[in-house]
């Protein structure tokens, strides 16, 4: 059965760092592009990271470059989200989505995670 599972979602201050993890069952995660989306109360879901098969070609949106990064553990048939220097705005239930594409466009994923709620607040 094809499953992603995501963890890693919290509370956190203004400033601090989570990393969110998407664990692949079923399949091989190095086959696949991978999304990193999120969704805040109200708002329509946005891509905040995209990577084809091959990590270096990677995108961010402008909102997070600098300070979020996309890893990938083939080992663990994992991929991550590290999260630094967190604002309130980044508050959103994160998903991470695996396609034959690395774009922006969430129509372009076949399978989803379940989400992960990240509440960035002092």
């Known amino acids: 059965q094809v499953q992603l599972v995501e963890s890693g979602g919290g509370l956190v201050q203004p400033g601090g760092s989570l990393r969110l993890s998407c664990v692949a069952w079923?399949?091989?995660?190095?086959?696949?592009?991978v999304g990193w989306f999120r969704q805040a109360p109200g708002k329509e879901r946005e891509a905040v990271s995209c990577?084809?098969?091959?990590?270096?070609?990677?995108y961010y949106a402008d909102s997070v470059k600098g300070r979020f990064t996309m890893t990938r553990d083939n080992a663990k048939n994992a991929v991550y989200l590290q999260m630094n220097s967190l604002e309130p705005e980044d508050t959103a239930v994160y998903y991470c989505?695996?396609?034959?594409?690395?774009?922006?466009?969430?129509?372009?994923?076949?399978?989803w995670g379940q989400g992960t709620q990240v509440t960035v607040s002092s």
């Open positions: 990577s084809s098969k091959f990590i270096s070609n990677t």
């Open positions: 079923g399949f091989t995660l190095r086959d696949y592009a």
């Open positions: 989505a695996v396609g034959p594409y690395g774009i922006v466009a969430d129509t372009a994923y076949d399978y």
